[in-house]
């Protein structure tokens, strides 16, 4: 099912935060419908540094295709800024529908760009982050395609400036709206008062970030859409391996951290490489097999 039909239904769609073909994998199996393909968790893990727009547009591609080609459900992908002005976010555009986005996610900040849940965020005019949307839309290869368009304007113009900005984005073409960072209860409240039934909304779960962490029940309940947990599988991925690399340096053998880890096959049953083999077999030349 596509993600725009997907998003015609009344369930809130909940996309985990996902950085390569294994988390891709694994949240595939775990059951999600979607998956959300996090620039944050990208800079995470391979570059091991901050989400402070270091990343560029071909890691992002790659990495793109890369989870396309494991997976087909639906990708929501962060296009940060779009890589720079409106003539870079029409090709961000165009190079992500290739890999195999679904959505793209663009947001009205400036460089230095930063994680939505850090200080010191700038954002470019509303007027010219409109222009970018619209932009984008025209560069668009398929209608299929949606653009999520985010403003990072609560923490820097205050809460009725973003939502200012977000009507203009959605006049200006945007097919889901998303509010970075609502600082309370309240806030989050408001948002999706002001914009439920008009447009998809997006939320943002980030653990320990400005927004207070609501289940995707609660969340469905106040009028979102979609959900996202972009970072959540990095900081429990990152805790695993602190873990396990201090198991093994204390201990000289995996033993110990047995039980906390998948064994050859256990892995192998993960990544389907039985099937994989199989498959080989069917194109070997060897006609016996
Ligand atoms: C959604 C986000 O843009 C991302 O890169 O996943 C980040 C999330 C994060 O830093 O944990 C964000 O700016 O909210």
Do not use: W
């Not at 369930?11 to 294994?22: C, T, W």
């Not at 059951?31 to 540094?49: D, K, N, P, Q």
């Not at 309940?221 to 991925?237: C, E, Q, S, T, Y």
Request: net charge negative; glycine share 10%.
């Amino acid at each position: 099912m596509s993600l725009k039909s997907r998003l015609a239904g009344s369930d809130i769609l909940v996309a985990p935060g996902v950085y390569d073909g294994l988390t891709a994998t694994l949240a595939q199996q775990a059951g999600f419908e979607a998956l959300y393909l996090s620039g944050a968790a990208v800079a995470y893990t391979r570059l091991g540094r901050p989400d402070i727009g270091l990343t560029s547009v071909s890691e992002m591609t790659d990495t793109m295709m890369l989870i396309r080609d494991r997976v087909d459900l639906p990708v929501i992908i962060d296009a940060d800024t779009g890589f720079g002005n409106a003539l870079n976010a029409q090709r961000t555009m165009r190079l992500y529908e290739r890999a195999g986005a679904n959505g793209l996610q663009v947001e009205d900040q400036t460089y230095p760009k930063r994680c939505g849940h850090l200080a010191d965020k700038s954002l470019i005019s509303k007027s010219e982050m409109a222009s970018k949307i619209a932009a984008m839309a025209d560069a668009r290869l398929s209608s299929e395609t949606l653009i999520i368009a985010r403003t990072d304007a609560i923490a820097v113009e205050g809460f009725d400036a973003a939502i200012d900005r977000a009507e203009a984005y959605l006049e200006a073409g945007a097919d889901v709206l998303f509010i970075e960072a609502p600082r309370s209860g309240t806030e989050l409240k408001r948002v999706a008062e002001t914009f439920r039934g008009r447009v998809p909304l997006l939320a943002n779960m980030v653990e320990g970030g400005a927004t207070p962490i609501r289940n995707a029940g609660d969340l469905e309940a106040l009028g979102f859409d979609i959900v996202i947990f972009p970072g959540g599988i990095v900081r429990a991925l990152a805790r695993a391996a602190q873990d396990y690399y201090g198991s093994l340096r204390t201990n000289g053998s995996n033993s110990p951290f047995a039980d906390r880890m998948f064994d050859f096959d256990g892995l192998n049953g993960v990544i389907g490489t039985a099937d994989m083999l199989a498959q080989g077999r069917r194109f070997d030349g060897n006609e016996e097999q």
